[in-house]
């Protein structure tokens, strides 16, 4: 056996299997001004006040929006 590791591919055979986004996260300052929008995996919602880490920067849960196609998730950094 050799030592490469596994690497689940899609059908296509040319990509690696990542998760589809399933929230916007939406980065706010304190005064709810969007500084950046991100589309990302959560493997939960998470709830009001909760802490989350995204790309090694810590947020904390301010509000939810509803849209057509990913749910929105207002956040502020800690």
Do not use: C, W
């Amino acid at each position: 056996m050799d030592d490469k590791q596994f690497v689940p591919m899609m059908p296509s055979g040319n990509t690696p299997l990542e998760p589809e986004p399933n929230y916007i996260i939406l980065v706010t300052d304190a005064s709810g001004n969007p500084l950046r929008k991100d589309k990302v995996y959560l493997s939960t919602r998470p709830a009001i006040g909760e802490a989350i880490l995204v790309d090694n920067e810590a947020y904390r849960v301010k509000d939810f929006v509803n849209t057509a196609n990913l749910p929105v998730v207002k956040v502020v950094k800690i």
